[in-house]
């Protein structure tokens, strides 16, 4: 080959060997500097903690059992994902923290929580340790008294974060995202994107 076209091919091939990988389709978090530590019980009274997920890709959701609507259509969304992923669900971890540990028992969580899906964790702990998950992921979450027969609410963030298979906190997804984007995300992350 001569020299010439040795430069014309080599010129050719440039733009595919800097291509820039496809944009995340949830909102990209590499090298946040929170969400870096959860430990607290499962709904099995276990100790967990995101290291003990590791391999997997890890959705951390916060939320409560009597959430009137944000919760239980997230846990719902998730649940889909979960299912559109077939076999590549056993890679996936979904931990569902309360921000409401006072009604939120652990008997709670184990019967709220794998309803939505059987291998969703519902995690706990006591008023200290939810203040100190929520402030290491900047969740927010207020108690609001209301009428009636629950008697408070809790307003609180609802998106969900998820962690690629090296424990990274990788992205923030919003309570309305399209099942088929966290699908896809899901799958990047556990190719090593």
Not at 106 to 126: H, Q
Not at 134 to 161: K, M, N, P, Q, W
Request: glycine share 8%; proline share 5%.
């Amino acid at each position: 080959m001569n020299r010439r076209r040795f430069l014309q091919l080599s010129i050719a091939l440039l733009p595919a060997c800097n291509r820039t990988p496809a944009a995340f389709r949830n909102t990209d978090l590499t090298g946040a500097t929170f969400g870096r530590s959860l430990s607290l019980d499962d709904h099995q009274g276990r100790p967990r903690s995101l290291e003990d997920f590791r391999g997997k890709a890890v959705i951390v959701f916060f939320g409560y059992t009597a959430c009137p609507d944000i919760c239980p259509t997230m846990l719902t969304r998730l649940a889909e994902a979960m299912k559109a992923l077939g076999d590549d669900a056993s890679k996936v971890q979904v931990l569902f923290v309360t921000v409401d540990p006072g009604r939120d028992s652990a008997e709670r969580l184990k019967e709220f929580v794998p309803w939505f899906y059987p291998s969703f964790l519902g995690l706990r702990g006591d008023a200290e340790q939810t203040r100190a998950a929520t402030e290491e992921f900047r969740v927010f979450a207020a108690r609001r008294s209301v009428a009636g027969e629950l008697g408070y609410v809790i307003d609180h963030s609802s998106g969900a974060y998820i962690f690629d298979p090296a424990g990274r906190l990788r992205l923030y997804v919003k309570d309305t995202a399209a099942v088929y984007d966290i699908v896809a995300d899901l799958r990047r992350l556990l190719r090593g994107g």
